[in-house]
């Protein structure tokens, strides 16, 4: 009788794992760009950033061509993976690239508390200089307004990260018109998407 609760045991859990496997996916990913307007016989350099495999995906280069030669390089600090190329004096006012991936991906089940929101892998140092603003990445004002109302009501880390997620995903979207995009501005960021959707006016109250 033991031997026959252990087997039926041993099934109900091979199927209750098979039950909780995570599902994939494949899917070919194209990554293209023109650089343009380059000044005659000027040093042009550009970092393209590799997608690259790890627990939850596996990444296959099909092709990788550009008007300049690549090169696969390793940026030192973090190990993330970037293709580089470089001209001292370019003589075309566009240069084309453009990189095939074959991309298997795997789902990746979401974290369930806080104490895991940050990966082990990073120091204190590295943590806490990844919080500190910069010249184009305020923490205070008008980003922190926004984050204290987005969150209001939320205790938990993850709570609070959802909601600025779900906020930015709803509110937010590319757009490469006008001028001032592209460069990592926050404020800009802000300016922009209430300036898309209602009159100066209005957005005081939007806020």
């Not at 970092?47 to 696969?72: G, M, T």
């Not at 895991?116 to 923490?139: F, G, I, N, Y």
């Not at 980003?143 to 709570?159: F, H, M, N, V």
């Amino acid at each position: 009788m033991l031997r026959k609760l252990c087997v039926l045991s041993s099934l109900f859990l091979a199927f209750a794992l098979s039950a909780l496997a995570q599902d994939s996916r494949r899917f070919a990913f194209h990554y293209a760009f023109t650089v343009k307007n380059l000044p005659a016989a000027s040093r042009v350099r550009v970092w393209i950033p590799a997608a690259q495999s790890d627990a939850y995906q596996e990444v296959r280069v099909v092709s990788a061509k550009a008007d300049l030669p690549l090169k696969k390089k390793r940026e030192a600090k973090y190990g993330n993976q970037v293709y580089f190329a470089e001209v001292s004096t370019s003589q075309q006012a566009e240069l084309h690239f453009e990189i095939n991936y074959d991309v298997l991906r795997r789902e990746h089940i979401g974290l369930r508390n806080a104490a895991h929101a940050v990966p082990a892998s990073l120091s204190a140092e590295e943590r806490q200089k990844d919080l500190q603003p910069d010249v184009l990445v305020p923490t205070s004002g008008l980003p922190a307004d926004l984050a204290a109302k987005i969150t209001q009501g939320k205790s938990q880390l993850l709570e609070k990260a959802r909601a600025i997620y779900d906020y930015v995903f709803a509110t937010m979207r590319y757009d490469k018109t006008g001028t001032g995009w592209g460069r990592g501005d926050v404020l800009y960021a802000c300016d922009a998407k209430i300036r898309d959707r209602f009159p100066a006016s209005r957005r005081q109250a939007v806020l």
